[in-house]
DNA sequence: AATCGCGTCCCCCGCGCGGGGGACTTCCGA
DNA sequence: TCGGAAGTCCCCCGCGCGGGGGACGCGATT
């Protein structure tokens, strides 16, 4: 079966080159060129492509913006492959945000290209390396543990437990009936907590928890 | 300049396999073969390779222990390539967070894998792609701006305003200093900000505020 | 011209909260 | 055996906070 291919890019010298390229494969067939985003958007609408390679630079509608129009488009059934020169951060969030199916660099070697377009078309997803090292960086960071700040060790496992139940926004004689205990003891393990972490009052105990991750981040809920 | 590279993996066949492929490449040398995680460690260890190929499934310590305990020594140069039959998404997870170069199954071409001990040399880092689009769709969710409830559209501008220091645990008088209003005039934003969102008091506010990402999580600081 | 939303400022009242004390048990280690 | 730490409970006091009102100016909409 032969895979259809849209390119958009605002230099013809580049899009003759991508067609070049995709000529050497007998199942490859690039069925329409584009100059801008609008007529990305368009084209892939009229001709529903199986898969779409965007400059992310283009005139009137920007890549990721028509990825994004692309794929919101709940009768859509083609992919799309971003292409960049740079690979600026915002990019690449952008673009998997928008669900885009790679991120590759312009500098990608011919024979790559090929294959990522055959990736894309049977639903994987290929994202450039050199933007896959950083993307693993933060991807990791932001499952990493948050560091505890030393002050927190100070607590004992009673005042930790406190401060879970102010950072859920609790009052004290509520904190008292779940714990089981009278809400003067309550007040004395959050006087205690407040004294220890350095805090004014419940308020900066909230905002201290969820700022350093002690209240799990509602992903995991 | 030639890489080195280590094998790690309890099948034999396999590590032939593969050292037969990296030998028809003069600039990569396979220096070691080893069949399990501990062994990986001790000559990652001791010959400091360029790149280390491990299996996940191996005898006595696995692959992301492994990695995880190579990529822990601070002395350690060696990047980590993972190898996998089976792509369970908990794998993908641990791997990238122990900071592994790449994350690939074992039905990868042979020149892919070539391919891909040059991209983790050079500290790039790449994912198979039938698993990076599991990848991208676990990651767009987690930096995707949280739903914004609907009732927070009930707020006026002054009002978010307001709620964001309030969420940055300011008392009313600080606001007012901040915004250069008088307290009074603070009290009575706090008011609607807490009757428009149902919410009983400003504990409950910041609580609110931070579940709902609308105060940047420390990693955007 | 009338109205509404918004932002600003003011009053009073009740209450939860946090600080300052003190006191009692249990348990563990010096 | 004697601390000391942890957990529990109690009192008083001051204050920030939130709800209930009301008021005024401004701009945009009707």
């Known amino acids: 079966m032969t895979l259809t291919v849209l390119l958009a890019d605002d230099h013809a010298m580049l899009r003759s080159g991508m067609r070049a390229i995709f000529e050497t494969q007998p199942d490859l067939r690039c069925v329409a060129e584009v100059a801008d985003g609008r ?3 368009a ?4 001709l529903r492509p199986d898969v779409a390679v965007l400059d992310i630079r ?29 690979d600026s951060d ?5 673009a998997l945000n928008a669900g885009a199916s790679g991120f590759l660099l ?30 693993i960086a933060r991807f990791a960071v932001s499952l990493a543990p948050p560091p505890t700040p030393p002050e927190f060790e100070l607590l004992t496992a009673r005042e930790r437990e406190v401060l879970q139940l102010v950072a859920a926004a609790y009052s004290n004689a509520e904190i008292a009936a779940q714990l089981h205990v009278g809400d003067e003891t309550v007040k004395t393990h959050v006087s ?3 004294a220890k972490l350095g805090l004014r009052d419940r308020v900066h105990a909230v905002a201290y928890a ?12």
């Open 39 to 41: 007529a990305a958007v």
């Open 43 to 46: 084209e892939v609408a009229r």
């Open 58 to 86: 283009m005139p009137k509608l920007d890549g990721l913006d028509a990825t994004e129009m692309i794929l919101a488009d709940p009768a859509n059934r083609t992919k799309v492959l971003l292409l960049t020169t740079y």
């Open 90 to 94: 915002e990019y690449v969030y952008r």
């Open 106 to 135: 312009k500098s990608l070697p011919p024979e790559e290209l090929i294959s990522a377009v055959r990736v894309a078309a049977r639903g994987d997803a290929l994202i450039d390396p050199s933007v896959t090292q950083r993307l």
């Open 192 to 194: 205690r907590v407040l």
């Open 210 to 221: 969820h700022v350093n991750g002690l209240v799990p981040p509602r992903s995991a809920r």
